[in-house]
Antibody
Framework: EVQLVESGGGLVQPGGSLRLSCATSGFTFDDFAMHWVRQAPGKGLEWVSGISYNSGNTLYAESVRGRFAVSRDNAKNSLFLQMNSLRGEDTAFYYCAKTPYSSSSGDHFDSWGPGTLVAVSS | SYELTQPPSLSVSPGQTATITCSGDKVGDKHTSWYQRRPGQSPVMVIYQDNKRPSGIPERFSGTNSGNTATLTISGTQAMDEAEYYC??????????FGGGTKLTVL
């Protein structure tokens, strides 16, 4: 069974940094691209970032480009999101999501984690 | 920026058909997926590539996509189908956009 479990969320001040992790099991991690999707309180889902199976290609939403960095450790079956220069509008639940493709540009997400909450506030 | 619009809520009686729409400019030219999220749970994909159903998803879930509207249909809706449903569109830019979600109530 595919399992994705996010961690690392919490309360951070504006301008601060946070690193999210996603531990995975139940599938061959290094065969598949992975993504981050977030949901702000009372709002819809928003795609944040994606990374190909071998880290060769990374993609970012305009709203986070230059502030967030996605990475993965295939030896540890883990996905990461380094978030810098955090703003109030980054407050959201952050979900890691698996695709059934090796390329980061695949069209859907076939498994999701339960999410971790990031709150940016002074 | 590209936007998808869903009705915020929909109520149906058990056994009825629930039809959830997702409107966007030429969304028929994009691939669409649908995700179900029950309270306190992770999203679950119920339809991908417009009309494909993943293994384990009941046959009562179906999807269409044409013109400016994608549609998720749940035939013979059951109480366990009560959840939020999100549409998602993709194109080869690549672009991933989600709708605002529809809360389906079965009563």
């Amino acid at each position: 069974e595919v399992q994705l479990v996010e961690s690392g969320g919490g309360l951070v001040q504006p301008g601060g940094s946070l690193r999210l992790s996603c531990a995975t099991s139940g599938f061959t991690f290094d065969d598949f691209a992975m993504h981050w999707v977030r949901q702000a309180p009372g709002k819809g889902l928003e795609w944040v970032s994606g990374i190909s199976y071998n880290s060769g290609n990374t993609l970012y939403a305009e709203s986070v480009r230059g502030r967030f960095a996605v990475s993965r450790d295939n030896a540890k079956n883990s996905l990461f999101l380094q978030m810098n220069s955090l703003r109030g509008e980054d407050t959201a639940f952050y979900y890691c999501a698996k695709t059934p493709y090796s390329s980061s540009s695949g069209d859907h997400f076939d498994s999701w984690g339960p999410g971790t909450l990031v709150a940016v506030s002074s | 920026s590209y936007e998808l619009t869903q009705p915020p809520s929909l109520s149906v009686s058990p056994g009825q058909t629930a039809t959830i729409t997702c409107s966007g400019d030429k969304v028929g030219d994009k691939h669409t997926s649908w995700y179900q999220r029950r309270p306190g749970q992770s999203p679950v994909m119920v339809i991908y590539q417009d009309n494909k159903r993943p293994s384990g998803i009941p046959e009562r879930f179906s999807g269409t996509n044409s013109g400016n509207t994608a549609t998720l249909t749940i035939s013979g809706t059951q109480a366990m189908d009560e959840a939020e449903y999100y549409c998602q569109a993709w194109d080869s830019s690549p672009l991933w956009v989600f709708g605002g979600g529809t809360k389906l109530t079965v009563l």
